[in-house]
């Protein structure tokens, strides 16, 4: 079984601070996503990564592909509580069985 | 814009019943989902549709059936609810296979 393991579960945090959050798996993805959730409604696309070793910077935002693939981290600099959410990670595998992490809850507090 | 539309987005069922979830998506996509969400879980898929007139099982499908009513719609039926199907249930859609996914909003389902 592919698992998706997300770490931290849990994070509360000062508004400014800088944090980072994992995504890791013992298989080889073909793309990894990441997805944000508010409360009562649907994840949302973030951002693809594709090539081993990728960066992607989205205004605040920086994420980052593992090397062979198997993992990805998000980087937020100077959260704001607008950041505060369930923060997904999914991986491609091909075909349509996504593999979606547990998730990072994260509230910045003001 | 639309996007995806599922209801109804809140339902209480006694063990036993059935009901149906709907779901439709004006993307002109040709992939649809249903995944379940429940706490420190993750998102699973229960049933998916590659394109209009199949579907497929995913991780979770047992106690569920769909039906992929045409491109736009697909639908997800509890035939006997049980306790253990209590959860968030999110339609998805996506051009194809490795495509963005778009989710609707969820649908909260209690089973008592």
């Known amino acids: 079984t592919q698992l998706l393991e997300q770490s931290p579960q849990f994070l509360s945090i000062q508004e400014g601070e800088n944090l980072t959050v994992y995504c890791n798996s013992s298989?080889?993805?073909?793309?990894l996503q990441w997805y944000r959730q508010e409360p009562g409604e649907g994840p949302v696309l973030l951002v693809t990564?594709?090539?081993?070793?990728e960066v992607k910077k989205l205004k605040r935002l920086t994420f980052q592909f593992g090397d062979a693939r198997k993992d990805s981290s998000l980087h937020i600099t100077a959260a704001q509580p607008g950041d505060t959410g369930l923060y997904l990670c999914?991986?491609?595998?091909?075909?349509?069985?996504?593999?979606f992490g547990a998730g990072t809850r994260l509230f910045v507090k003001a | 814009n639309a996007g995806v539309t599922q209801t109804p987005k809140f339902q209480v069922l006694k063990t036993g019943q059935s009901m149906t979830l709907q779901c439709a998506q004006d993307?002109?996509?040709?992939?649809m989902y249903w995944y379940r969400q429940d706490p420190g879980m993750g998102l699973r898929l229960i049933y998916y549709?590659?394109?209009?007139?199949?579907?497929d099982k995913g991780e979770v499908p047992n106690g569920y059936n769909v039906s992929r009513l045409n491109k736009r719609e697909f639908s997800l039926r509890l035939e006997s609810a049980a306790p253990s199907q209590t959860s968030v249930y999110f339609c998805?859609?996506?051009?194809?296979?490795?495509?963005?996914?778009?989710f609707g909003e969820g649908s909260w389902l209690t089973v008592v």
């Open positions: 998805a859609s996506s051009g194809q296979a490795g495509d963005t996914i778009y």
């Open positions: 999914a991986g491609e595998t091909g075909g349509f069985k996504t593999i």
């Open positions: 993307m002109n996509h040709n992939s």
């Open positions: 549709s590659a394109s209009e007139g199949t579907t």
């Open positions: 298989s080889v993805f073909s793309s």
């Open positions: 990564v594709v090539t081993g070793g």
